[in-house]
């Protein structure tokens, strides 16, 4: 009899296991999954009781707060690499449907700005810092480099393998690429997205998982790293710059730049003051050694005089 229920104990185990490996967000390697019933798995943010949508793309902001999240509260996650940096990523505030709250607010009671994004557009302030709706992103500059090679890519080349590898990895629509420019080593990649249906990625999503594929932390599932094959050669990235640039230009005060004009009127002003002073000291010594010159001739002169009978 226990021979038989231990084969039966096996089978039920095995059958068991496939449903709950299957049960994986495969776009957000830290979402929380369960199955909640035959063939209903259900997946939220670790951390968080907000749902994940494994067939798109997480908002960067549901991303970055997972990010931020301790390590002990992960649990058997694997803990993002970047997290000691603390340079770029902050635990930010989001609504409910993933989008960035327009005003982010640390623990010590500094407040700023920020786009839908997610990047500071204003000074830091305090509590009281109003920053109204959220202001859109709707260019994106990816910027980046190559390794060297003996030979360039063609340009439609790399065009074509770009635009595959964000429309297939990131499923962003190929309507949303405004360009790609590539002049060896360098690559251009424009992304412009005026509004967000509810149906397509946000280009801001898109270019926060190309970031982390490219530093090779990757946010999905099975944590491949990036491969991009241009015309059956690999596509080695060696650096990487993002711009945004948003539907309103950044409010930034005018500080900095003010003690930058004060810094470079200073050393003008210096310098106009030792040029004079040099001047004026060659004029006075100029005048000097004439006198002293007028005088002796002078003397001579006179000398020459009193001589004569």
Same mark, same amino acid.
């Given at each position: 009899? &226990?021979p038989?229920f231990?084969?039966?104990? =096996? ?6 296991? @496939?449903?709950?490996? /299957? ?5 957000n390697? *830290? ?19 907000? @749902? ?10 549901f $991303?970055?707060?997972?990010?931020m999240?301790? !390590?002990k ?6 803990? @993002?690499?970047?997290?000691?940096? /603390?340079?770029?990523?902050? /635990? ?9 709250? =327009?005003?982010?607010?640390n623990?010590? #009671?500094?407040? *700023? ?7 500071? %557009? ?6 009281? !810092?109003?920053?109204?709706? !959220?202001?859109?992103? %709707? ?9 060297? %090679? ?10 074509k ?9 990131y499923k ?5 690429? =405004? ?6 080593? $360098?690559?251009?990649?424009r ?8 149906w ?13 594929d ?5 946010v999905?599932?099975?944590? /491949?790293?990036?491969?991009? #094959? ?5 596509? +080695?990235?060696?650096?990487?710059w993002i711009?945004?640039?948003d539907?309103k ?6 500080r ?15 310098? =106009?003051?030792?040029?004079?002073? +040099?001047?004026?000291?060659?004029? *006075? !010594? ?10 002796? &001739?002078?003397r &001579? ?5 009193s001589?004569?009978?």
């Amino acid at each position: 009899m &226990e021979p038989l229920f231990g084969v039966v104990l =096996a089978l039920i185990l095995a059958a068991a296991s @496939p449903a709950n490996d /299957s049960c994986t967000c495969a776009t957000n390697k *830290w979402a929380v999954c369960a199955q909640d019933g035959p063939g209903n798995c259900t997946c939220r943010l670790a951390g968080s009781n907000h @749902p994940v949508d494994c067939s798109t793309l997480t908002s960067k902001c549901f $991303l970055m707060k997972a990010e931020m999240m301790p !390590l002990k509260e992960k649990r058997l996650w694997r803990p @993002p690499r970047g997290v000691l940096d /603390s340079d770029g990523i902050y /635990s930010p505030d989001c609504e409910d449907s993933g989008a960035f709250k =327009a005003r982010q607010c640390n623990q010590s #009671s500094t407040c *700023w700005c920020v786009n839908s994004a997610g990047v500071r %557009r204003t000074e830091r302030g305090g509590r009281s !810092l109003s920053c109204g709706e !959220l202001v859109r992103t %709707r260019w994106i500059y990816i910027e980046l480099t190559h390794k060297r %090679r003996s030979k360039a890519f063609h340009v439609p080349d790399v065009t074509k393998a770009l635009t595959q590898l964000f429309e297939s990895r990131y499923k962003l629509h190929p309507k949303y690429i =405004a360009a790609i420019k590539y002049e060896p080593p $360098l690559i251009q990649i424009r992304l412009h997205q005026n509004k967000k249906p509810s149906w397509d990625v946000d280009i801001a999503d898109v270019a926060y998982y190309f970031e982390k594929d490219v530093n090779n932390d990757s946010v999905f599932r099975s944590n /491949s790293k990036l491969t991009v #094959s241009v015309n059956g050669d690999a596509l +080695a990235i060696d650096k990487l710059w993002i711009y945004y640039v948003d539907e309103k230009p950044p409010e930034f005060c005018m500080r900095q730049l003010a003690a930058g004009i004060s810094a470079v009127v200073t050393v003008v002003l210096l310098t =106009a003051g030792i040029g004079i002073a +040099a001047l004026l000291i060659l004029r *006075w !010594l100029r005048t000097r050694t004439y006198k002293k010159f007028e005088c002796k &001739e002078m003397r &001579e002169i006179k000398a020459t005089s009193s001589e004569l009978p």
